[in-house]
């Protein structure tokens, strides 16, 4: 089992920044694969940006690409995502998750075995 706790989203305006964080518990995180994902009012959850057990390998959506960095720190059991000259349209409740995959099938939800409760992110216009 592992235990997913994220943190760092609040209410921003437009061209602002936030970091979120993701702390993992109860088994040894560089095992797993994490990615960050989100989901916006009527709308499906999608994956933002995934990371590699080592950190070598990074992916990002289409829409966040250049602007959102993901980084992990095997050492502390933490995952981020640096976000960066933020839209309205990123608004949403955002998600840490963990898998065990062994490819590198990021935006596949249904790989992930472990999620968090989800931290809101609200942009400002």
């Known amino acids: 089992q592992v235990q997913l706790v994220e943190s760092g989203g609040g209410l921003v305006q437009a061209g602002g920044s936030l970091r979120l964080s993701c702390a993992a518990s109860?088994?040894?995180?560089?095992?797993?694969?994490m990615g960050w994902f989100r989901q916006a009012p009527g709308k499906e959850r999608e994956c933002v940006a995934g990371?590699?057990?080592?950190?070598?390998?990074?992916f990002y959506g289409d829409s966040v690409k250049g602007r959102f960095t993901i980084s992990r720190d095997n050492a502390k059991n933490t995952v981020y995502l640096q976000m960066n000259s933020l839209k309205p349209e990123d608004t949403a409740l955002y998600y840490c998750a963990a898998s065990l995959m062994l490819n590198s099938r990021w935006t596949e939800r249904r790989l992930y075995d472990y999620w968090g409760q989800g931290t809101q992110v609200t942009v400002s216009s």
């Open positions: 109860g088994r040894t995180f560089s095992n797993y694969v």
């Open positions: 990371i590699s057990r080592s950190g070598a390998n990074t």
